[in-house]
Nanobody, 127 residues
């Protein structure tokens, strides 16, 4: 059974940084692309960033490009999201997810391509 556990969220001020972590188990982690999504109150879950199996290819939402960095450590079955220059509009619950396509050669922005999700970690950015 696949399990994803996120951590690293919290309450910060605008301009601060946070690093989220997501530890995966139950699937050969290095065979799959991974993604981060977020959901603010009253809004749909939206794509934030994704990374291919080896970490050499990444994709970002325009709203976070240049501020957020996704990375992974396959030896630790962990994917990270480094978030810098945080803004109040980044406030949301952040979820990591596993791309269901074996091979993981290309990261995808499409939520329907992800089949396992973590429980989420809250990020709150005050102005």
């Amino acid at each position: 059974q696949v399990q994803l556990v996120e951590s690293g969220g919290g309450l910060v001020q605008a301009g601060d940084s946070l690093r989220l972590s997501c530890v995966a188990s139950g699937r050969t982690f290095s065979n799959y692309a991974m993604g981060w999504f977020r959901q603010a109150p009253g809004k749909e879950r939206e794509f934030v960033a994704a990374i291919n199996w080896g970490g050499g290819t990444t994709s970002y939402a325009n709203s976070v490009k240049g501020r957020f960095t996704i990375s992974r450590d396959n030896a630790k079955n962990t994917v990270y999201l480094q978030m810098n220059s945080l803004k109040p509009e980044d406030t949301a619950v952040y979820y990591c997810a596993v791309d269901k396509r074996w091979g993981g050669s290309s990261p995808t922005v499409h939520i329907y391509e992800y089949d396992y999700w973590g429980q989420g970690t809250q990020v709150t950015v005050s102005s």
